[in-house]
């Protein structure tokens, strides 16, 4: 405890007396310094996270809202057909030429195991128009004179009966719509149709299925 004179009147008064016994004057009391430099330091924590808060990267806030907004965009899809061109540079020729490819596959025993696409061509070259099939794992069943009938539906409508031929080196993994009629007739149905499904026949396997997505067709 401590004396120290009032003041006011300078009578001797107690640091821990409320108020000067003699003339009444209250005595103002002080903190302790450690509770002063602790408030002190608190103040200058939050002063210091906040300038921190505020003086971030920009370039580091703006790779994070590109990348938001990247994970927030729909993906693309893919087209159904994927357009070719090649060149006959002895007969100065250009064919074009759109693929689509089966949505499904199917299994063939070996050595045509592991899972089999079917690929739908529809190919212009400036004098005729071919509609072409293949198969990449696998061998068609069909007759090198008579050619085969090969099933087409599309969309909800009636199942098609398609002659269909070899090409003219006998690959036994490609055939072809046997008539210009019947390939103009099927160039205005992908038109308009979403789906197709295409049933060959295929050596010690039978009859197959695949289906396609033919929305987005261009005639080539």
């Not at 509770?35 to 210091?48: G, K, N, R």
């Not at 703006?62 to 938001?68: A, P």
């Not at 893919?78 to 689509?100: C, F, I, L, P």
């Not at 499904?104 to 025993?109: H, I, L, R, S």
Request: charged fraction near 20%; charge should be neutral; aromatic fraction near 8%.
């Amino acid at each position: 405890m401590a004396i120290k004179p009032c003041k006011e009147c300078g009578n001797p008064v107690s640091d821990k007396a409320e108020a000067c016994p003699k003339c009444g004057l209250k005595n103002n009391k002080h903190l302790p310094r450690w509770i002063v430099w602790l408030v002190f330091i608190v103040l200058f924590v939050i002063l210091f996270k906040a300038c921190q808060f505020g003086s971030s990267d920009p370039d580091q806030k703006q790779n994070q809202n590109q990348q938001l907004e990247s994970n927030s965009q729909i993906p693309t899809p893919q087209e159904n057909w994927q357009n070719q061109e090649s060149s006959d540079e002895m007969r100065g020729t250009k064919s074009n030429t759109t693929v689509n490819i089966s949505t499904n596959e199917v299994d063939f025993g070996f050595p045509y195991n592991g899972g089999s696409k079917l690929g739908l061509m529809v190919r212009n070259n400036s004098k005729e128009k071919d509609i072409m099939i293949k198969i990449d794992k696998g061998q068609f069943i069909c007759g090198i004179v008579d050619g085969c009938e090969v099933n087409f539906k599309f969309d909800n409508g009636s199942v098609q009966s398609i002659s269909m031929i070899g090409s003219d080196s006998h690959d036994s993994d490609l055939l072809f719509v046997a008539h210009a009629k019947t390939v103009n007739s099927l160039i205005q149905k992908l038109k308009t149709a979403n789906k197709l499904t295409i049933e060959p026949k295929f050596y010690q396997e039978g009859a197959r299925q695949f289906n396609f997505n033919v929305q987005g067709f261009i005639e080539p």
